[in-house]
Nanobody, 124 residues
Framework: QVQLVESGGGLVQAGGSLRLSCATS????????MGWFRQAPGKEREFVAT????????SYTDSVKGRFTISRDNAKNTVFLQMNNLKPEDTAVYYC?????????????????WGQGTQVTVSS
């Protein structure tokens, strides 16, 4: 069982930055693909970014490319999402997720464990 706890959300003006963290339990963190998803009110949960076990491979949804960066620290069992040049349309609850195996995933059903989410609100 893997437990995920997100932090770092908040209220920020457009153009600002936030860094989300996701702390995980368990001794096998490095064996999981990690992902970030988000869900805005009235919308489905959508993929944001994913990273493989070593951090050597990443993938992003088009709307955040060049603005968001996913990274991980396996020694600290933590994955991060650095978000720069935030826009009002980035407003959502952001979720961290873990997927067993080595293949990057961008679908909600591909992930086995989820955090409780952290709210990100970007004002215009």
């Amino acid at each position: 069982q893997v437990q995920l706890v997100e932090s770092g959300g908040g209220l920020v003006q457009a153009g600002g930055s936030l860094r989300l963290s996701c702390a995980t339990s368990g001794r096998t963190f490095s064996s999981y693909v990690m992902g970030w998803f988000r869900q805005a009110p009235g919308k489905e949960r959508e993929f944001v970014a994913t990273i493989n076990w070593s951090g050597g491979r990443t993938s992003y949804t088009d709307s955040v490319k060049g603005r968001f960066t996913i990274s991980r620290d396996n020694a600290k069992n933590t994955v991060f999402l650095q978000m720069n040049n935030l826009k009002p349309e980035d407003t959502a609850v952001y979720y961290c997720a873990a997927r067993r195996g080595s293949v990057l995933g961008s679908r909600v059903y591909e992930y086995d464990y989820w955090g409780q989410g952290t709210q990100v609100t970007v004002s215009s």
